[in-house]
């Protein structure tokens, strides 16, 4: 067998039918299933029935990228395209990107990803968002990965078939934005919003709507934490009774007014601040108070920076030890009743982790396992062995050690 022969005969994949060669291209960088032109005279056009396309151009020249997006958009003939990613390099025009996004949206996408690049990463700078996307009835995933200045007219009901939508934004300049997209949204499923806060003043952020399942909330600080003089102050009030999924990532001590959640399987809570020196009694009062509002969750995951935080507020005339256990007053009836499993990353064996996990144990009648992930390496044995020897509320409990930090569970 001649060496044309052993090659034709490995080129599995020229022997698929031309619809599923377009199938695995479409999942290739959209520049490299252009490139796949090349190959041979059949795959010189099987390119072009792509039906998705994604455009990574941060680091592209402008020029360049402008001609590789409109070849792409003038020569692919999908009708109906399903997804549409496109990343800009700065310097691109309102107008082309206008057009660029009006094309894709004619070929009633589902899904649109959009973000532009600007000159001063550390200063957002907003980039006026197509109308079209807006007034698009086919979208069903809507992802804006940089800040947009987005006008919802009354006259635009927008976003009938939207099932997830993740957006920047600047507040508060931005809340009346996010209260007319959710209520233009009325199957929203999935939400996430990463809000950058202004130190300028202080405001109401309110997610009240009744349809969203799954809700992450990202919230950064934009203040430098040096000015005395400011006192600005969020109330992030959450209102959803639908809600399964909640993930709160917060650096900027926000109070919370969660209500209605009775529904929630699962909370991941990370409240944190860059600044120790901010921190205050009343901002972990904040903590507990969100706390107590996610209480009917299934599951709860609490990062370490948020019990960080927690601990690291004293009194100034207070003498304790820095890190130092206290146990509630009384039991808390989940650990009595509903408590099966918990898991500790990052566990070291300091007396306050000791003390608590001992509690945990001693208080959790109906714990079926508890996981402890070390955070060094080798394990304290000794460490180990207290653990160990510590009285269980439960016959059926088991604890297990895990080198380093990683514990996974089955919920």
């Given amino acids: 067998m001649n060496k044309k022969k052993k090659v034709e005969q490995m080129d599995l994949i020229s022997n698929l039918p031309d619809h599923l060669i377009v199938r695995i291209i479409s999942l290739l960088p959209t520049h490299e299933a252009v490139r796949t032109c090349i190959l041979s005279m059949r795959w010189k056009y099987l390119w072009k029935g792509i039906d998705s396309i994604s455009l990574m151009g941060y680091e592209s020249d402008p020029a360049k990228f402008r001609f590789l997006v409109e070849h792409i958009l003038i020569n692919c003939n999908t009708t109906n395209l399903l997804s549409f990613v496109l990343f800009c390099p700065s310097?691109?025009?309102?107008?082309?990107?206008?057009?660029?996004?009006?094309?894709?949206?004619?070929?009633?996408?589902?899904?649109?990803?959009?973000?532009?690049?600007?000159?001063?990463?550390?200063?957002?700078?907003?980039?006026?968002?197509?109308?079209?996307?807006?007034?698009?009835?086919?979208?069903?995933?809507?992802?804006?990965?940089?800040?947009?200045?987005?006008?919802?007219?009354?006259?635009?009901?927008?976003?009938?078939?939207?099932?997830?939508?993740?957006?920047?934004?600047?507040?508060?300049?931005?809340?009346?934005?996010?209260?007319?997209?959710?209520?233009?949204?009325?199957?929203?499923?999935?939400?996430?919003?990463?809000g950058h806060l202004d130190s300028a003043d202080s405001t109401n952020f309110d997610i009240c709507v009744r349809s969203p399942l799954k809700l992450s909330l990202h919230l950064e600080y934009q203040g430098d934490g040096d000015d005395e003089d400011d006192t600005s102050e969020y109330v992030i009030t959450i209102d959803t009774p639908r809600l399964r999924y909640l993930s709160i990532m917060d650096d900027s001590l926000s109070q919370y007014v969660v209500k209605n959640l009775v529904r929630v399987h699962k909370a991941e809570i990370m409240y944190q601040t860059v600044c120790l020196e901010a921190?205050?009694?009343?901002?972990?009062?904040?903590?507990?108070?969100?706390?107590?509002?996610?209480?009917?969750?299934?599951?709860?995951?609490?990062?370490?920076?948020?019990?960080?935080?927690?601990?690291?507020?004293?009194?100034?005339?207070?003498?304790?030890?820095?890190?130092?256990?206290?146990?509630?007053?009384?039991?808390?009836?989940?650990?009595?009743?509903?408590?099966?499993?918990?898991?500790?990353?990052?566990?070291?064996?300091?007396?306050?982790?000791?003390q608590a996990v001992e509690y945990l144990l001693n208080n959790g009648r109906v714990l079926n396992r508890m996981l402890i992930g070390f955070d060094r390496n080798p394990v304290n044995e000794d460490v180990v062995k207290k653990v160990l020897m510590f009285h269980r509320a439960s016959k059926l409990s088991q604890v297990e050690v895990y080198n380093h930090v990683i514990c996974k569970t089955n919920r």
């Fill in 91 to 194: 310097r691109i025009s309102l107008s082309r990107l206008n057009s660029w996004i009006r094309k894709a949206i004619g070929t009633k996408i589902e899904k649109l990803t959009l973000s532009v690049d600007t000159l001063f990463p550390g200063l957002p700078a907003l980039s006026v968002l197509p109308q079209c996307v807006l007034a698009s009835n086919t979208l069903v995933s809507l992802k804006l990965d940089s800040f947009f200045d987005i006008s919802v007219p009354d006259s635009i009901l927008c976003f009938p078939y939207l099932k997830s939508l993740e957006l920047d934004l600047l507040l508060p300049d931005q809340c009346n934005v996010m209260h007319r997209l959710l209520s233009s949204s009325p199957v929203l499923e999935q939400l996430f919003v990463n």
């Fill in 279 to 354: 921190l205050e009694p009343k901002h972990v009062n904040s903590l507990f108070e969100l706390l107590k509002g996610v209480s009917a969750a299934e599951v709860l995951a609490l990062h370490s920076f948020t019990s960080d935080d927690a601990m690291n507020i004293r009194d100034d005339d207070d003498e304790r030890p820095r890190f130092q256990w206290s146990p509630p007053e009384t039991v808390p009836v989940c650990l009595l009743e509903h408590i099966q499993l918990i898991a500790i990353k990052c566990f070291v064996g300091q007396e306050d982790e000791l």
